[in-house]
């Protein structure tokens, strides 16, 4: 009747996998050059492979022959960065994820931010997200540390702990499975407006450690955290609240450095599993403790968050009025620098802190 947790893959009548073990995860899919979805092998059938980057954010801000700087420094295309897929699942997850995000996150922000009031809108988004983070991870599998081979041939993916990303898969499928998310399966995520005058209008930063996404469509800004169930928010709910103006992208950038050493000061972490009742409905289930525990605000790990997530923006922000990168970096590393708010921990909107030459 029921398969508690993820001990052994599932395949019901019709042959789908509902349910992939932790191990068959790994090895088909991280590992074995599966579709990332299904599970199929190309030999088996017609492939057509995933954008990472989705087409219609490729399309919507002209990024085809824009270049996307992978972790080891090496330049692809966005048009040719793409993920082991069969061509049935494009097709699902055009049809269920990519289309139905691609107009929830369209228009002005109020709009978009109307459309989070429904519970269903903001659960197909954190899907998404949970797919953007995956399909970014699993091509890091092929992805070399050292873009001068004759340093090694290790690839990023040697790095991972690939379980780490098991229920990042299950919740990312669900679309596939028809899988119900439980509460508390939805982890943190946190709508805001940005205004980053002279980024870019697409922005994404992951902390991969903290299984932390920030991703900026337009005005749009989204922060989550894929395997907190809410905690990350719920802990920073005072600051969020006072948010009452759209904010810069280095702000932005610090919220998901907010959300990542939350979710890293956890002390007893939410688990998760998945149940298959009469070999076809498909339930993922978060088990919370009863009470919230943290561990104390360590103000160094924030600021080596917030370094991470800040990037390449560090070359074109001010710290103290200096505009010196190695200044701006020693301070930020401190995890004494707060963009979001001012020395009296008041809010302080986006207009305050754009640099003056932007
Ligand atoms: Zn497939």
């Known amino acids: 009747m029921a398969e508690p947790n993820a001990a052994r893959t599932f395949i019901n009548s019709d042959g789908r996998t509902l349910l992939f073990s932790c191990e068959d995860f790994v090895e088909q899919i ?76 369209s228009g002005e922000f109020g709009t978009v931010a109307a459309r989070m009031a429904s519970e269903d809108a903001v659960e197909l988004v954190y899907i998404w997200l949970c797919l953007l983070f995956l399909k970014v991870h699993l091509k890091d599998a092929a992805v070399p540390v050292h873009k001068d081979r004759r340093r090694g041939t290790h690839v990023i993916g040697d790095l991972y702990d690939w379980a780490d990303l098991h229920h990042v898969h299950a919740v990312a499928r669900a679309p596939y499975t028809g899988a119900t998310l439980l509460p508390f399966v939805v982890g943190s995520i946190f709508f805001v407006e940005v205004d980053d005058r002279g980024g870019d209008e697409w922005d994404f930063v992951d902390l991969t450690f903290a299984h932390t996404i920030a991703v900026r469509v337009g005005r ?12 990350a928010e719920s802990s920073w709910s005072h600051r969020l609240s006072s948010i009452d103006a759209p904010i810069s992208g280095a702000q932005f950038r610090e919220l998901a450095a907010m959300f990542a050493v939350a979710n890293d000061d956890i002390l007893e972490r939410p688990t998760y599993g998945t149940l298959i009742i009469q070999e076809r409905w498909v339930t993922i289930f978060a088990k919370v403790p009863a009470k919230l525990r943290m561990a104390n605000f360590d103000q160094k790990k924030f600021g080596a968050a917030l370094e991470f997530a800040l990037g390449n923006m560090i070359d074109r922000i001010a710290v103290d009025g200096s505009r010196d990168p190695n200044y701006v970096r020693e301070r930020v590393a401190s995890g004494e620098v707060r963009f979001l708010i001012d020395e009296k921990g008041r809010f302080r909107p986006g207009s305050a802190v754009w640099a003056p030459s932007d």
């Open 30 to 105: 991280c590992k074995g050059g599966a579709c990332f979805i299904c599970g199929a092998s190309p030999t088996q059938t017609t492939f057509n492979d995933e954008h990472i980057v989705p087409r219609w954010v490729l399309r919507r801000f002209n990024l085809f022959d824009k270049a996307i700087t992978l972790p080891g420094g090496e330049k692809r295309r966005y048009g040719g960065y793409r993920v082991q897929c069969c061509a049935s699942c494009n097709a699902v997850l055009g049809e269920r994820v990519e289309n139905p995000v691609s107009e929830l996150l």
């Open 220 to 231: 749009v800004g989204i922060v989550a955290v894929l395997n907190d169930a809410g905690a």
